[in-house]
């Protein structure tokens, strides 16, 4: 295995984990789902120029472009308008970190049924320990949240869980039915879906409103090309090129390598629970990952 090859897994932990300081950041200067929209038409359209600009084959029946289109509502704009608007409207960061480590587990429980995937006890064993690492990391922002924030954002929490419910779907649906295909070609069409998905939902729950100053503009282009362009493509990779319940295994170091970059931008502290947290974590992700 080339070494480009083995630094896929690590630089998708980096990327993806970049989101959560994204969101940080572009909370503060704009509305969610109108960030959300003009990343995602942004993103379709540098995916297309790429795809044009290369060559790259488009799908040529409207099955395959249905199938794209359907698995980027599902990825992408359910899963992210989701997540960021039920942030936006009170549940605490630690809470939604603890909902996203959902989606490894609900794979791994459900590839077998639904792909045929056979899941090791060492496998097993690794989603655990990485649940339970998730769990050390994001103790410290759970500790002293009164109960009474909970009963207050019941709607915002249900929409959270849509979300992770959604993105799982999503990562069955790539395999299943896109697991074919030009990525370039088809990953476009996934953010034209996501981004016309938007509209609907920024005229419900959302505002055209945003502060745009040089802070908001490099958040936007690091959303565009770090996260939308770079990241989603070393996921769909990893979703192509093995099996899902060890693709989104990986996504259990997230919340542990967004804690430390928060730390760093934002001086949020690290606690010794949060550092064996991580280790536990990285411990989980090393079973659950391993060849058998």
């Known amino acids: 295995m080339s070494l480009a090859v083995r630094a896929v897994p690590f630089l998708f932990v980096f990327a993806w984990s970049t989101g959560w300081i994204v969101a940080g950041f572009s909370a503060r200067l704009a509305d969610p789902l109108w960030f959300l929209f003009l990343r995602f038409a942004m993103a379709a359209a540098v995916i297309a120029a790429i795809a ?6 488009w799908p040529r029946s409207g099955r395959e472009i249905g199938h794209a289109m ?25 809470v939604s970190g603890i909902m996203a480590g959902l989606q490894p587990v609900m794979t791994a429980l459900l590839a077998p049924a639904i792909l045929g995937e056979r899941i090791t006890a060492r496998q097993g064993t690794g989603v655990a320990l990485g649940f339970a690492g998730i769990l050390l990391v994001l103790m410290p922002k759970l500790v002293g949240v009164p109960t009474e924030v909970y009963e ?27 697991s074919g295909g030009d990525m370039r070609t088809t990953t476009a069409w996934q953010y034209i879906a996501a981004s016309l998905m938007m509209l609907p939902l920024l005229a ?4 055209v409103e945003a502060e745009w100053n040089q802070t908001l503009i490099l ?27 060890r693709a989104t295994a990986y996504i ?13 931008f934002f001086g949020e502290t690290l606690t010794p629970v949060q550092l064996v947290g ?4 990285a411990a989980g992700v090393w079973l659950a990952t391993r060849p058998h």
């Not at 359907?70 to 549940?91: C, I, K, T």
């Not at 207050?152 to 896109?178: C, D, E, H, W």
């Not at 959303?223 to 192509?240: C, K, N, P, T």
Request: no cysteine; glycine share 10%.
């Open 152 to 178: 207050a954002i019941v709607i915002p929490l249900t929409v959270n869980l849509v979300a992770m419910l959604s993105v799982t779907a999503g990562t069955f649906y790539q395999k299943r039915f896109v």
């Open 252 to 264: 259990y170091l997230v919340p542990a390598v967004s804690a430390l970059m928060a730390f760093v």
């Open 219 to 245: 958040t936007m282009a690091w959303s565009v090309l770090a996260l939308s362009v770079g990241g989603i493509f070393l996921f769909l990779y990893l979703i192509r090129r093995g099996e899902v319940s």
């Open 70 to 94: 359907m698995s980027g509502v599902l990825l992408h704009a359910l899963y992210l308008a989701g997540v960021w608007w039920a942030v936006r409207n009170g549940v605490p960061s630690g």
């Open 204 to 207: 419900l729950f959302g505002r």
């Open 52 to 57: 044009v600009a290369m060559g790259a084959p």
């Open 278 to 281: 991580m280790a536990v974590t």
